[in-house]
């Protein structure tokens, strides 16, 4: 992509209402722009981030074994009187007539219309388990909403469902999701710890929140510091053994870890005092086993292999690919910019023409260009006519991993400099080495 | 994908609701589910096609030029006050009032958001020509919202919009769309004729509807008959010359086309009787120039060359995805099911084990998948205990493009029949003949 043909509003300024971070960055760097309190427009670099986050989902949700749909934003309220949970929701809720006075409401999660649908398809416990998934725009309408997309009313969340016989099956299907959840975060760089939760109006009795730590947290929670260091499961978990699964979560979960609400502090205290880790961190994922709350009372029901119709266990889990950005970002970041992890990087690599006119240049960058393309990296091209200071700044604010720099003096003894955003290293390579550099490095870090 | 393991609830009865074979097949076929008038969920074999379609759409606008970005559902009010569209829209606009009372609706369209955010950032003429682009859910509250996703009231739309300094510039942003659009069509199988159309609610005087030819469509056309033998523009089209896409509209505009609301009769008298089309269509997309209808009260201007500021000339682009795949269906059926082109087809191939429990099907259906998995084929394996008769009748009915059914007879003699969707052709051959049969065939159609 030529950055005189994108749209890259950079800001100079550190906007005033961002309170943390990842909120400036993001507006600095031109990925977002508010549109209304909490509702943000996502602009082609932020896009892009959002759309690798949900990629890795997608690859993790379909590996563990649940398959992908797409419900509506506007539901029907009675869908959510026949769970209880219409009333109970609040003003939280974003509710709607339309234009025949019919009550409907932006969804601000799925679990009754999944319900609906499962009911309205399934007879057989022969077509269990059953998980279907979705990513789709949510809203709940905070009272403050704040922190850019960290915290924001319009999100988007990858929300599964889960179906099972029994509730052994269901502990199962929530083990596929707790083990997905680990891979899905550690790809994008991320160490989260799973930590018992509240269940809040999702319900049910069994719940992780899965929370990344960092110090602008909404969260207080305390853990053990082991979870530092566990390596998260392979690629090639057996997602169908049970035993497999079991073995990975028991690990997981093996250490103390919670969040201020489900705190023990006598629990806590049994932690060795060298490893006891209290700090404060940014929940990016929860999931719930909650039985038959929503089945029960929705009459989502299958024959048994006793031909006696059983009523299905049911689990949900959430991830928000909305939030995960501002997450990375507070991750991810020094005081030039962001710092993009390899897997979630809007693009692979920057390359940058110091002198747009001079004929060597423009020529070494359009060869550039052409090789990076052909190694498959998806890079940007700054060819606008600016200063090379403003260019290293832009590209260091934006935080693609590598950036290779092309300017005249380096180019009169055949040399192009390669720069690694995250050490700040610097190599003087020629351009054939250039590329080699980068697509080895690129193609490691996708493995 | 193993079918036991998938979730593609069929329809044995043809749903009464339904008026037209798109809406019946949908429902059928376990591609929707209305959830409440107008609103549905996309099933997994929906969703898929859906997201075919939208890969097309997304190549061909990125080769034009334009770049993604994605504007939230929920707009503020006052952003359309500014234009006066909030009280014009009429009914057909959700409005929403959110927990402080402030007014709100989810967007049918974006002219006024997509101006908010240019006039913030951009400043100079040397930041045009720009095409912005998304693709997002829209809802327009329609009195009778009917024909499955064809007519529905949530639905998905890729808009696109252009921001030119000149209205000659903004006449090559319009034709680069119309050729993109032609392409697009042409790539789903798709013969769209471009019509002079009235603009409606977005405005301007400068506007072509795209028309597929359907019996169950609700507009009345009238064209030429050359349109049904034009080719459509190549890839390697040159969307930087004004000449080259000028030639290639004037091609597309030369013969007479119109739907009812721009009918001239007179005009239409002097076509050919033996050229002469009256039909029935459905509208696919339409494109607009508007001028400065949104920039002149929204004040998006521009520092001109002589430092002077400009208004600038804007159009917007509209193709509607989710009507897409039912306008597809409407295209491409038999009495069997659906038929469809390769590729917006939600899998290349399926693969049915007709006698399940058999260990010789077993384990040639095993290595089929494995063999066009690796020749990077999506492929629907029907591993379901069921009479072969019920496997024959879901994939015709899903229309998957190609069949290799596996059966016990034929692998006596070393052979599975492949079936041809499209034709009803079949073939019998070894298990790797087939499998370089389809994989030849679907690499051609991806070419």
């Given at each position: 992509?030529?950055?005189?043909?994108?749209?890259?509003?950079?800001?100079?300024?550190?906007?005033?209402?961002?309170?943390?971070?990842?909120?400036?960055?993001?507006?600095?760097?031109?990925?977002?722009?508010?549109?209304?309190?909490?509702?943000?427009?996502?602009?082609?670099?932020?896009?892009?981030?959002?759309?690798?986050?949900?990629?890795?989902?997608?690859?993790?949700?379909?590996?563990?074994?649940?398959?992908?749909?797409?419900?509506?934003?506007?539901?029907?309220?009675?869908?959510?009187?026949?769970?209880?949970?219409?009333?109970?929701?609040?003003?939280?809720?974003?509710?709607?007539?339309?234009?025949?006075?019919?009550?409907?409401?932006?969804?601000?999660?799925?679990?009754?219309?999944?319900t609906e649908?499962f009911r309205a398809?399934v007879?057989?416990?022969?077509?269990?388990?059953?998980?279907?998934?979705?990513?789709?725009?949510?809203?709940?309408?905070?009272?403050?909403?704040?922190?850019?997309?960290?915290?924001?009313?319009?999100?988007?969340?990858?929300?599964?469902?889960?179906?099972?016989?029994?509730?052994?099956?269901?502990?199962?299907?929530?083990?596929?999701?707790?083990?997905?959840?680990?891979?899905?975060?550690?790809?994008?760089?991320?160490?989260?710890?799973?930590?018992?939760?509240?269940?809040?109006?999702?319900?049910?009795?069994?719940?992780?929140?899965?929370?990344?730590?960092?110090?602008?947290?909404?969260?207080?929670?305390?853990?053990?510091?082991?979870?530092?260091?566990?390596?998260?499961?392979?690629?090639?978990?057996?997602?169908?053994?049970?035993?497999?699964?079991?073995?990975?979560?028991?690990?997981?979960?093996?250490?103390?870890?919670?969040?201020?609400?489900?705190?023990?502090?006598?629990?806590?205290?049994?932690?060795?005092?060298?490893?006891?880790?209290?700090?404060?961190?940014?929940?990016?994922?929860?999931?719930?086993?909650?039985?038959?709350?929503?089945?029960?009372?929705m009459k989502a029901?299958?024959?048994?292999?006793?031909?006696?119709?059983?009523?299905?266990?049911?689990?949900?889990?959430?991830?928000?690919?909305?939030?995960?950005?501002?997450?990375?970002?507070?991750?991810?970041?020094?005081?030039?910019?962001?710092?993009?992890?390899?897997?979630?990087?809007?693009?692979?690599?920057?390359?940058?023409?110091?002198?747009?006119?001079?004929?060597?240049?423009?020529?070494?960058?359009?060869?550039?260009?052409?090789?990076?393309?052909?190694?498959?990296?998806?890079?940007?091209?700054?060819?606008?006519?600016?200063?090379?200071?403003?260019?290293?700044?832009?590209?260091?604010?934006?935080?693609?991993?590598?950036?290779?720099?092309?300017?005249?003096?380096?180019?009169?003894?055949?040399?192009?400099?390669?720069?690694?955003?995250?050490?700040?290293?610097?190599?003087?390579?020629?351009?054939?080495?250039?590329?080699?550099?980068?697509?080895?490095?690129?193609?490691?870090?996708?493995?």
């Amino acid at each position: 992509m030529r950055l005189s043909r994108y749209f890259l509003p950079i800001l100079r300024e550190t906007p005033k209402e961002a309170e943390i971070v990842s909120h400036r960055l993001m507006l600095r760097a031109g990925m977002i722009r508010q549109e209304s309190a909490g509702i943000y427009a996502w602009l082609p670099l932020g896009l892009k981030v959002l759309n690798n986050i949900n990629r890795i989902i997608r690859e993790e949700q379909n590996r563990a074994g649940a398959i992908e749909c797409l419900m509506p934003t506007i539901q029907s309220a009675d869908l959510w009187r026949e769970s209880g949970r219409y009333d109970a929701y609040g003003k939280e809720m974003l509710r709607i007539s339309d234009r025949h006075e019919r009550e409907m409401l932006f969804g601000p999660t799925n679990e009754e219309m999944i319900t609906e649908i499962f009911r309205a398809y399934v007879r057989s416990y022969k077509d269990l388990p059953l998980n279907l998934y979705h990513i789709q725009w949510k809203f709940r309408d905070e009272v403050r909403p704040r922190f850019g997309v960290m915290r924001s009313r319009e999100f988007l969340m990858k929300d599964a469902y889960s179906f099972d016989l029994t509730a052994e099956g269901s502990r199962h299907s929530y083990n596929r999701m707790f083990v997905a959840y680990l891979r899905t975060f550690a790809r994008m760089g991320l160490t989260a710890i799973p930590m018992a939760a509240d269940t809040g109006p999702i319900g049910g009795n069994l719940s992780h929140e899965f929370i990344i730590l960092a110090d602008t947290g909404e969260s207080e929670v305390f853990c053990h510091k082991d979870f530092l260091s566990f390596a998260p499961p392979p690629a090639d978990v057996d997602f169908d053994s049970p035993a497999a699964l079991e073995e990975i979560v028991g690990k997981w979960t093996s250490r103390y870890a919670a969040t201020s609400e489900m705190h023990d502090a006598a629990a806590f205290a049994a932690v060795p005092e060298e490893a006891k880790l209290s700090a404060r961190g940014i929940e990016v994922g929860h999931i719930f086993y909650f039985g038959t709350k929503y089945s029960e009372p929705m009459k989502a029901v299958v024959n048994g292999p006793d031909g006696k119709e059983v009523v299905v266990q049911m689990g949900s889990y959430g991830i928000g690919p909305s939030r995960l950005v501002a997450a990375i970002v507070e991750a991810f970041h020094d005081d030039a910019g962001v710092v993009w992890p390899e897997a979630v990087a809007p693009f692979h690599v920057g390359v940058a023409d110091l002198k747009v006119g001079d004929a060597a240049t423009g020529k070494v960058c359009a060869d550039l260009v052409q090789q990076l393309e052909n190694a498959g990296l998806d890079l940007l091209h700054d060819d606008r006519d600016e200063r090379p200071g403003a260019k290293f700044a832009t590209l260091d604010l934006i935080g693609l991993p590598w950036q290779i720099l092309v300017g005249p003096k380096g180019l009169a003894e055949g040399r192009v400099e390669v720069k690694r955003r995250k050490t700040g290293e610097r190599e003087l390579l020629s351009p054939d080495e250039a590329v080699a550099r980068v697509a080895a490095a690129v193609k490691q870090a996708r493995a």
